[in-house]
């Protein structure tokens, strides 16, 4: 597909914006996107990353500028990422380039896996063709837009992202357990396109049992469902949850699958996974490592207090979003169960990243102020 091309389009921003079409289909690889720009100024083809295993955003819009009849012999190609030099489920969209006979190559940020990491534009450069870096805003968007892959590549884990629902006095539900709904219509049609951007939902097996949540993403279009992961230590989640309604993968973690309580899940499409932990609880470091092990780029927690705090001690969540309701409940069930702290300097601290209103509600997003 051809974009119209206006004189005062700016390619590199259009790539951005094609990246987002990403979202929700390329895990675990980055979201990426490319136009090609003839040396006339005209815009020849544009494409984003597919599904992991077919093709690149590279290779997306070349194939674009040849099927519209373009010749991309000289052109300019913009790229989000830099193009990957290693041969994995697809060959390299370096050689992809190189054979298509562009000129010059934009690329908007540096890709920090090690299989690439800077070789993607030396090997480039070794073939002749210019490359150039298209500026600091460029280079944060599209980390920003991959913030998950870059937290795997260069942290080896995933970004952890806590959704939360609460009172301007901090209380996500009234004492007996009531909280639908704290935050309006608009706020929940929000949360449902963060969950979008995740590979996989945490929660725990107290909020099933509460709630009832199907945890999976609604009223947004979606090409694949995120991993719907349940800590459930001991296997208390009922078969007949509407977990098992949504047409995505469920994974549930105990601290054991032994019993008559494992096999009804099975039966049911539940994948189980055994992580015991002290104290007959699920151990969190084996699940970071499960998340690790399945390439999870964003892992989006909806939980309830206590697998929050338990999350938050441990230095897990990197971003909170936050929804803040205009109503006060007073008493409450507080955002996590953190226990008494004896000194400020044990608080976990996050800084604002931005706030918008979303419909009568608040949305705040802050992110953990690393020591």
Known sequence: MCPPDPPTADPMAHALALAEGAVGLSEPNPRVGCVVVAPDGRWLGEGHTQAAGSAHAEVMALRAARAAGADPRGATAYVTLEPCAHHGRTPPCCDALVESGVARVVVAAGDPNPLVNGQGMARLRAAGIQVDRAGPAAERASRELNIGFFSRMERGRPWVRMKL?????????????????????????????????????????????????????????????????????????????????????????????????????????????????????????????????????????????????????????????????????????????????????????????????????????????QD
């Open 165 to 369: 629902a609460a009172s301007l006095d901090g209380r996500t539900a009234l004492p007996n357990g009531a909280s639908q709904w704290i935050t309006g219509e608009a706020a929940r049609h929000d949360g449902h396109a963060w969950r979008r951007r995740a590979a996989a939902l945490l929660t725990g097996s107290g909020t099933v049992l509460a709630d009832d949540p199907r945890l999976d993403v609604r009223g947004h279009p979606v090409q694949r469902q995120p991993l719907r992961v349940v800590l459930d230590s001991q296997l208390r989640t009922p078969p007949g949850a509407r977990l098992f309604d949504a047409q995505a993968p469920l994974l549930i973690v105990g601290a054991a699958l032994d019993g008559d309580r494992a096999a009804p899940l099975r039966a049911r499409g539940a994948e189980l996974l055994a992580a015991p932990g002290a104290g007959g609880q699920v151990d969190l470091a084996a699940v970071h490592a499960e998340l690790v092990r399945r390439q999870v780029n964003e892992l989006h927690v909806e939980a309830g207090a206590r697998l929050n705090g338990a999350l938050l001690a441990a230095g897990w969540v990197d971003e909170l979003l936050l929804y803040q309701a205009p109503v006060l409940l007073g008493d409450g069930r507080p955002m996590a169960a953190l226990g008494a702290l004896e000194r400020l300097a044990d608080a976990p601290r996050f800084r604002l990243h931005d706030c918008t209103p979303v419909g009568d509600d608040l949305r705040l997003r802050l992110r953990r102020v």
